[in-house]
């Protein structure tokens, strides 16, 4: 595609439940970030790959978020054991460079 | 500890005029700047940029300004335009963090009124 595209857009997770948060990247980037942005504020970094290998991880906020990208391309953040303080949106951005990082819409989560 | 700060949360220019985004950040490793826009309900979106070796990065009616000794940068929109009204992020890569992470600010919502 054209853009980097992040699904769902939109997830209710009850507290406890795992859930699983897709991104397709720009076709042919190396780079692939995820970031969570709470409400009123500016996303915050939680994880870089450069493609397969998962280079930076110092963002992640606590052993329940993982996040994977096997085959350097396709990405997924899992959070598992869902806590209200989870809910944010979830964004992801991919790029040739940090200094061109393109991000797709994001998935907004809500832990009720 | 906020690195990069937007003390603004808001800001409300008449159309035509000059809009002025603020920000500054503490860390003196920093050495690349980035200002992002962001629409609701969808990602960010890479505006300008500047390098630390810069102190002006000009294209078309965006302008950045960076004040490494003020560590103070700034974003001038001139003439502002309806379409411009928007949540303007800045962001700083570099030093101990590595290149390849953003650091935000919290962001300044910018309202162009007709």
């Known amino acids: 595609g054209a853009g980097v595209s992040q699904s769902p857009r939109y997830k209710v997770a009850k507290r406890g439940q795992d859930v699983a948060l897709r991104c397709d990247p720009i076709?042919?980037?190396?780079?692939l970030f995820w970031y969570q942005q709470a409400l009123g504020q500016g996303p915050e970094f939680l994880t870089y790959?450069?493609?397969?290998?998962?280079?930076?991880k110092s963002g992640l906020p606590s052993d329940r978020f993982f996040a994977e990208r096997p085959e350097g391309s396709v990405s997924t953040l899992k959070i598992q054991r869902t806590q209200q303080e989870d809910s944010a949106v979830y964004l992801c951005?991919?790029?040739?460079?940090?200094?061109?990082?393109?991000f797709g819409q994001g998935t907004r989560l809500t832990v009720v | 500890d906020q690195q990069v700060k937007q003390n603004s949360p808001s800001l409300s220019v008449q159309e035509g005029r000059i809009s002025i985004l603020n920000c500054d950040y503490t860390?003196?490793?920093?050495?690349?700047f980035l200002w992002y826009k962001k629409y609701p309900a969808e990602g960010p979106t890479f505006l300008i940029s500047?390098?630390?070796?810069?102190d002006k990065n000009e294209d078309g009616r965006f302008t950045v300004f960076l004040n490494k000794s003020a560590k103070h940068l700034s974003l001038h929109i001139v003439p502002s335009q309806p379409g411009d009204s928007a949540v303007y992020f800045c962001?700083?890569?570099?030093?101990?963090?590595?290149?390849?992470?953003?650091?935000f600010g919290q962001g300044t919502r910018l309202t162009i009124n007709p």
């Open positions: 076709s042919g980037h190396v780079s």
């Open positions: 951005a991919s790029s040739h460079r940090v200094t061109e990082a393109f």
């Open positions: 790959f450069q493609n397969e290998a998962q280079l930076d």
């Open positions: 500047i390098s630390s070796i810069k």
């Open positions: 860390n003196s490793m920093f050495d690349y």
């Open positions: 962001a700083a890569s570099g030093g101990v963090q590595g290149a390849q992470k953003l650091v």
